[in-house]
């Protein structure tokens, strides 16, 4: 299994374009996440998934939009990039397990963005 | 979800014990302590998750006191491999660790 991969590993872009963010597991994970981490801080949640089809909304969704229409993929779109994106971003995870059980995430290595 | 405090860094020698410890003093019942450790540039990667019960695998052994309100986690013989930022995270009840919330965690720096 290749496990959780991103492309690209770093991007350059200018204030106000547009890219994709392109994250894929083949363990044949429920759930999906992104997260974004700034220079000496922890992760934050941006947007997950709990299945094709389902999205929801993090600590920090504002200025990106997600979809799921397989279980495989999970894109991560800035609409309109801003100086303030510029950060690692990864994505991870997770078997997902019933009440009562928990279970573990796999992170992907991270994309580098930088927004001029 | 409850938070937690750790020590921003704390240096080891190499071959000995690291012994990191958290504080989650608000810690529900049914809420899961989780370590993952990111090493530099990469992604994070889990170590250990434990419930009220001492956890072992071959990474890392989980101490939790009696009353949840802090854990501890041992590597044994720490190795230079073993520098990183390690994150001790209260999860969800849900049963899933999909929203995890990541705070600073603590820079292990394994001393040679």
């Known amino acids: 299994n290749a496990g959780v991969t991103q492309t690209p590993k770093f991007q350059v872009l200018k204030t106000g374009q547009s890219m994709t963010l392109q994250c894929a597991q083949d363990m044949n994970h429920e759930y999906m996440s992104w997260y974004r981490q700034d220079p000496g801080m922890g992760l934050r949640l941006i947007h997950y998934s709990v299945g094709a089809g389902i999205t929801d909304q993090g600590e920090v969704p504002n200025g990106y939009n997600v979809s799921r229409s397989t279980t495989e993929d999970f894109p991560l779109r800035l609409l309109s990039a801003a100086p303030s994106q510029t950060s690692v971003y990864f994505c991870?995870?997770?078997?997902?397990?019933?009440?009562?059980?928990?279970?573990?995430?796999?992170f992907g290595p991270g994309t580098r963005l930088t927004v001029l | 979800d409850a938070k937690t405090t750790q020590p921003p860094s704390m240096d080891c020698a190499e071959g000995r014990a690291a012994n990191l410890p958290c504080n989650h003093s608000?810690?529900?019942?049914?809420?899961?302590v989780y370590w993952y450790r990111q090493i530099h540039s990469q992604g994070p990667q889990y170590i250990i998750h434990g419930l009220k019960n001492n956890e072992t695998n071959e990474m890392a052994s989980l101490i939790i006191t009696e009353d949840r309100k802090s854990s501890t986690l041992i590597l044994p013989h720490a190795t230079l491999r073993d520098t990183a930022v390690y994150y001790c995270i209260v999860g969800p009840s849900s049963g899933s660790a999909r929203q995890l919330t990541f705070g600073s965690g603590t820079q292990l720096t394994v001393l040679p």
């Open positions: 991870a995870s997770s078997r997902g397990a019933p009440p009562g059980y928990t279970d573990t995430q796999y």
């Open positions: 608000t810690i529900s019942g049914n809420e899961y």
